[in-house]
C-alpha cells in the first residue's frame, strides 16, 4: 500500500505560477511511474502528466504542454509539478496517482494509488 499526499495548492491569479508536491509513504519510491490528474466541478478526471521511473520520460496533456513541468526526486520519495502561465481552466482539484508496474500511461485506470488532491485556483 503506498500513501499519497498532495501540497502546493491554492488561489493564483491567472498568469501565476504554482509548485504541487506529492510525497509517497513507501519505499522503494523510484519504482513506481507517478502521473498527475485534474478534475474540474462536474467534469471528469483528467490526465495531466506523468514520469517514469528514472525522470528519463515525461509526457504531457496538450493543455499543459510549454507551461507545466513533471519532475522527481527519488532521495525524497517527492514528485513535482511546477505550473506556470496558469489560466483560469487550469481550476481543479489536482490528483497525484502511483502505478506499480509498466511504463508512462495516460489512462487513469492504470494506476493503483491515489493521492486525496490539493485545490488549485485561478483567478482571472
Known amino acids: 500500500q503506498v500513501q499519497l499526499v498532495e501540497s502546493g495548492g491554492g488561489l493564483v491569479q491567472a498568469g501565476g505560477s504554482l509548485r504541487l508536491s506529492c510525497a509517497a509513504s513507501r519505499r522503494p519510491f523510484r519504482s513506481y511511474v507517478m502521473g498527475w490528474f485534474r478534475q474540474a466541478p462536474g467534469k471528469e478526471r483528467e490526465f495531466v502528466s506523468t514520469?517514469?521511473?528514472?525522470?528519463?520520460?515525461?509526457y504531457y496533456a496538450d493543455s499543459v504542454k510549454g507551461r507545466f513541468t513533471i519532475s522527481r526526486d527519488n532521495a525524497k520519495n517527492t514528485v513535482y509539478l511546477q505550473m506556470n502561465s496558469l489560466k483560469p481552466k487550469d481550476t481543479a482539484v489536482y490528483y497525484c496517482a502511483a502505478k506499480s508496474s509498466g511504463g508512462i500511461a495516460t489512462d487513469k485506470v492504470w494506476y493503483d494509488y491515489w493521492g486525496q488532491g490539493t485545490q488549485v485556483t485561478v483567478s482571472s
Open positions: 514520469i517514469n521511473w528514472s525522470g528519463g520520460s515525461t
